[in-house]
């Protein structure tokens, strides 16, 4: 499972490089002024993939790692905790978000609604997966990759 663990960890680059192309993409054309092209929608399916892909990861570890441990003396250690519940549930939020973003986007009539969907989804879900992630700098934190 420690290709996984790897996987998963590297793969939050993506996730957070994707998400940050789809918004910055989105910035300035909700006004429906600029027309919704193949390319604004393939910007918000690659964010997608990726979020998902990275939710499928962080499911076969949420019962396969050590770091997750179901009782409830796990609640009392911080480092246990966070794999446990902090993480995961807000992980699922953000991956939550995105994807009602895309839908909503890809439902909406006018362009300027659809950039306005990926912008404010994605952008909440980008904030929750910044706090979500265990950065090295943090107690319970791990690598960069
Ligand atoms: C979608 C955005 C997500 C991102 C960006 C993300 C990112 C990360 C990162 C960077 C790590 C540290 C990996 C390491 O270096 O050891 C990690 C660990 C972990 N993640 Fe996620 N994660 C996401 C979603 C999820 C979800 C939805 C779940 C569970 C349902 C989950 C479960 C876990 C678990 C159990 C670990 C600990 C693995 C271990 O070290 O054994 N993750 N995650």
Redo the contacts with the bound molecule.
């Keep these: 499972m420690e290709i996984l663990?790897h996987a998963?960890?590297g793969l939050?680059w993506l996730?957070l490089l994707s998400l940050i192309i789809a918004i910055l993409n989105a910035i300035g054309k909700t006004g429906g002024q600029k027309a919704f092209t193949d390319k604004d929608k393939r910007t918000g399916l690659f964010a997608l993939i990726f979020?998902h892909l990275?939710?499928l990861l962080?499911?076969v570890?949420?019962f396969t790692?050590?770091?997750?441990v179901f009782s409830s003396a796990a609640m009392k250690s911080d480092v246990l905790r966070f794999?446990l519940v902090e993480?995961?549930l807000l992980?699922?939020i953000?991956?939550i978000l995105i994807t009602i973003g895309y839908s909503r986007s890809k439902k909406a009539q006018e362009p300027g609604k659809k950039f306005k969907s990926i912008l404010i989804f994605y952008l909440l879900g980008l904030l929750l997966?910044l706090v979500?992630?265990?950065w090295p700098f943090m107690d319970y934190g791990?690598?960069w990759f």
């Design positions: 663990r998963h960890s939050r996730v979020t990275q939710l962080g499911l570890l949420y790692s050590p770091k997750v794999f993480h995961s992980m699922l953000a991956v997966i979500g992630i265990p791990t690598s």
